[in-house]
């Protein structure tokens, strides 16, 4: 059926003349009469019947109305979802991000963004890293910042920034009084670990490995402020990411942060999307505000 059809014949049956309705939609009347008998004929049954000088709904038409005002009631309102989503300013940017970044780097690019697009709404999805590629590759997220190439071809990764990693002690510890460390030094202490799943975690493995000993583990755990919470209580040393709200030596933690001078010790970070799925023109706002921010803080 034709969606104007609907609309003639939902105004004709609310009192408005076949004049009227050419004139407020501008085409012709004989235009809207043939579309109206087009319409009845689709339906199966007569919609409208002459009462004078205008046309009165039949008991067919009377019922038939009530589900096109329904109808068309449901279309207008996805017509203006689809506007809100296309349109760069009032747009919805669904963001994924592995959830070390959920502390201070998602929320300083969105503050940010904000301010300059106040009406854009976000959908904030932390990952894990079972989740992150999938979510991405499925659409179900238009956007993801994460430290993680992805394997499949058919995302793309810019990289963003390169983030050091830090050695966490307790302010009383033996080391708290340095700047910065070599990763050997802590070799006999008791460390706090992220659960072996995380990619935080694997990274830690290995750059203890290239140090050259095994880390004795004292607690594992799923969050990463839970881990540094327990590095300032005393309870063992960590490696934890930097991010650019924290200087090298305090935290809002409360643990003092050491940079390792180890080859190896940062990690890239990313901004991935889908090479074969256009972004909505928010979403595509957010990616250029997002690329030109880690250009301007890149050092040099």
């Known amino acids: 059926m034709e969606t104007d059809a609907l609309r003639w014949f939902q105004q004709v049956v609310d009192g408005v003349t076949l004049t009227e309705v050419a004139d407020l939609f501008m085409v012709s009347q004989p235009g809207v009469s043939r579309a109206l008998t087009r319409l009845e004929v689709e339906v199966g049954a007569?919609?409208?019947?002459?009462?004078?000088?205008?046309l009165r709904p039949t008991h067919a038409g009377a019922?038939?109305?009530?589900?096109?005002d329904a109808l068309l009631h449901q279309l207008d309102d996805g017509l203006a979802a689809v506007d809100e989503l296309v349109e760069p300013e009032t747009g919805t940017v669904r963001l994924g991000f592995q959830p070390s970044f959920g502390a201070w780097l998602v929320p300083r690019l969105v503050s940010g963004f904000r301010e300059q697009h106040p009406r854009v709404r976000f959908q904030l999805e932390p990952l894990s890293d079972a989740s992150e590629a999938a979510?991405?590759?499925r659409?179900?997220?238009?956007?993801?910042i994460t430290a993680s190439r992805p394997g499949d071809p058919s995302l793309r990764w810019d990289r963003l920034f390169e983030q050091?990693?830090?050695?966490?002690?307790?302010?009383?510890?033996?080391?708290?009084?340095?700047?910065?460390v070599s990763l050997v030094e802590a070799a006999g202490e008791s460390f706090v670990m992220l659960h072996p799943s995380w990619g935080l975690r694997r990274i830690t493995d290995e750059l203890c490995r290239a140090a050259g000993f095994v880390p004795e583990v004292a607690f594992e755990g799923h969050d990463l402020l839970v881990v540094r919470g327990l590095v300032a209580a005393?309870?063992?040393?960590?490696?934890?990411?930097?991010?650019?709200?924290?200087?090298p030596t305090t935290s809002?933690?409360?643990?003092?942060?050491?940079?390792?001078?180890?080859?190896?010790?940062?990690?890239?970070?990313?901004l991935s999307m889908s090479?074969?799925?256009?972004?909505?023109p928010s979403a595509d706002s957010f990616r250029h505000y997002v690329m030109d921010d880690a250009h301007e803080r890149a050092p040099g």
């Open 139 to 144: 659409g179900a997220v238009d956007l993801e």
């Open 63 to 68: 019922v038939f109305k009530h589900h096109v």
């Open 252 to 270: 809002l933690s409360g643990e003092h942060l050491l940079r390792l001078t180890d080859a190896g010790a940062y990690r890239d970070v990313g």
């Open 46 to 54: 007569p919609l409208l019947a002459k009462s004078g000088r205008v």
């Open 234 to 247: 005393g309870l063992g040393v960590a490696l934890v990411p930097s991010s650019h709200v924290e200087s």
């Open 135 to 137: 979510l991405l590759s």
């Open 275 to 280: 090479r074969t799925r256009r972004l909505l």
């Open 164 to 180: 050091r990693f830090l050695l966490a002690v307790s302010p009383g510890h033996r080391l708290a009084s340095r700047d910065e």
